[in-house]
């Protein structure tokens, strides 16, 4: 999907503005502040990437209240483009999690 978006010409910035866009409650951030502030070791962990999910806490100024961010690895490379690979590479091997709701390229359990 980044791939065709890139060939019709939406930049970085494009995407990383519609990212800036994206809701979050202003409860909820005030609740990511809170446990913050009191010395909680907030831990975030999505089927994401880096790239968005940093993009978007920067924006409410969140990413300082996260100890860990877990996700699929994601970084711009020298031509803008948004390069995103899977947190484990399934295509090689298997991360050996059985459970149901564990996707193959990102282990809710053992991350």
Do not use: Y
């Not at 831990?43 to 990437?49: Q, R, V």
């Amino acid at each position: 999907m980044m791939k065709e978006l890139h060939s019709k010409g939406t930049r970085i910035e494009d995407i990383a503005a519609v990212l800036k866009r994206s809701p979050i409650h202003p409860r909820i951030v005030e609740a990511i502040k809170s446990a913050h502030a009191l010395g909680c070791d907030l831990k975030n962990m999505s089927d994401a990437n880096t790239f968005f999910i940093e993009t978007i806490l920067e924006h409410h100024g969140l990413k300082e209240c996260f100890l860990e961010i877990n996700t699929n690895p994601g970084f711009v490379d020298q031509q803008g483009r948004l390069r995103i690979f899977p947190h484990h590479d399934f295509t090689k091997s298997s991360h050996g999690c059985q459970h149901p709701s564990c996707l193959p390229n990102m282990c809710k359990l053992r991350t």
